[in-house]
């Protein structure tokens, strides 16, 4: 990736904008967004990527072979266009110019990372562990940021403040998802991209900002996710017989893992407190109010089925049902409904096949690859999506989860028929690809 960012000055913005997003640990609890605002919610990489499609547009209009477009670029332009529709909404209805403009940025915001990274791909072949590899550097950057700024947390540099009674991190700890798993899969089958010193020191330092965070559900997923790799490698590749030394590894990693949740069970951690209320998901306060908002917003939805307009604000309730004052939030925990009020039924539907109909592709088309790998990313892919859309807003209000979903959409729907580019060339000799 490196070299394609330093012989090509387009694809060097979009690589560079791409890195940071998922390096940084942009969310509001710090003030990191601060630093690289231009103007309201809009950002440095906006400006990088703005200018890198300004520049694929002037390319390819003056090469005079156009611009590619794929059948399921169709969703985008439609999605784009009701994007656009649902902005004259807003502004007809009087919502704040600030909370509008947010909007914009959050909406448009994963169009850019696709179309960036279409170009990207269709221009240069880029190997499934490149993607790994560039996923894992970024987030581990990520991680170590966290930690560094919740120890230094009194510099008033960072800003850094806790929230939702004394968690500390953000939404961007999300895209942990997608690279621990990742990072268990080198260390397993013994492939040399990172140093193994330095793959158990992401995982470390990872986990502790899942644990700062307390969230539940990021907790359970990452744990999915290296569960996945694990199991994934114990088979033998292209066959379905098991690895007997990788199944033993699998054995001890499991025995290894109980332990350590015991042991989490057992002490004063504040997740724990968190984790027990799922013994009576009726009485938590958590499920309570989110059962609240997805029943007043979806009464909203059947009463406003086209949309309500961008820049719309939901209010905030307690778990008995009563409003926060004047609290209010831009997304409720899950993206398909977020876009059901706010851009209509019909733009909740496209965004669904948007994000949907990439992994049928990637499970049909891949799914006879000679590499372990393949299976890993899928599920990994899989559960990263339930978590950020199903489960939480993040596809489309945390930078880090909304980069990787929209580079990997871009990925698969690029090489849905041409799966070899998806192979390592010093792997191709090894490795049978699926037509």
Excluded at 124 to 145: G, R, W
Excluded at 296 to 317: A, D
Aim: charged residues 15%; proline residues 1%.
């Amino acid at each position: 990736m490196k070299e394609i960012g330093k012989r090509d000055f387009c694809a060097g913005l979009i690589l560079f904008s791409a890195y940071f997003l998922i390096g940084l640990p942009l969310y509001a609890s710090n003030k990191l967004l601060d630093y690289i605002k231009i103007i309201g919610s809009i950002n440095i990489f906006h400006i990088l990527l703005g200018i890198a499609i300004v520049c694929i547009l002037m390319v390819s209009l003056k090469s005079g072979n156009g611009i590619k477009v794929m059948k399921f670029d169709l969703f985008v332009i439609v999605f784009v266009a009701i994007l656009i529709i649902q902005v004259f909404v807003g502004t007809e209805k009087n919502y704040s110019q600030t909370i509008l403009l947010r909007d914009c940025n959050f909406y448009f915001f994963p169009i850019m990372i696709y179309v960036s990274f279409r170009w990207l791909f269709e221009k240069y072949k880029i190997d499934i562990y490149t993607i790994e590899n560039f996923f894992l550097s970024a987030q581990a950057v990520c991680a170590v940021l966290n930690l560094v700024m919740y120890l230094t947390r009194s510099w008033s540099f960072w800003g850094i403040s806790s929230y939702a009674n004394g968690r500390y991190g953000g939404s961007y700890m999300g895209a942990f998802i997608f690279t621990s798993g990742y990072a268990v899969y080198l260390l397993i089958n013994h492939i040399e991209y990172f140093s193994r010193t330095f793959l158990y020191g992401y995982l470390l330092i990872g986990f502790i900002g899942v644990l700062l965070g307390q969230s539940r559900t990021l907790l359970i997923f990452s744990i999915c996710s290296i569960a996945t790799a694990l199991i994934v490698s114990a088979r033998q590749t292209g066959k379905k017989k098991l690895n007997k030394k990788k199944l033993l590894i699998l054995l001890l990693s499991i025995a290894f893992g109980l332990f350590l949740i015991v042991a989490l069970l057992s002490s004063s951690a504040p997740i724990v407190e968190r984790l027990s209320s799922f013994s009576d998901i009726s009485s938590d306060s958590s499920f309570l109010i989110r059962v609240g908002m997805f029943e007043r917003n979806i009464c909203l939805v059947r009463q406003e089925p086209f949309g309500v307009g961008l820049g719309y604000e939901f209010g905030t309730y307690d778990a008995m049902g009563n409003q926060w004052g004047d609290m209010t939030t831009a997304f409720v925990d899950c993206s398909y409904l977020t876009i059901a009020v706010k851009l209509g039924v019909i733009a909740m539907i496209v965004y669904l096949g948007l994000t949907i109909l990439p992994i049928v592709i990637f499970r049909k088309n891949y799914r006879n690859i000679r590499d372990n790998l393949f299976h890993y990313v899928y599920l990994s892919f899989l559960l990263g999506l339930v978590f950020s859309t199903l489960l939480s807003a993040q596809s489309l209000n945390a930078y880090a989860s909304s980069t990787i979903i929209w580079i990997l959409i871009a990925y698969v729907i690029t090489y849905r028929v041409k799966s070899e580019n998806m192979v390592p060339i010093k792997m191709k000799i090894n490795y049978k690809v699926g037509k």
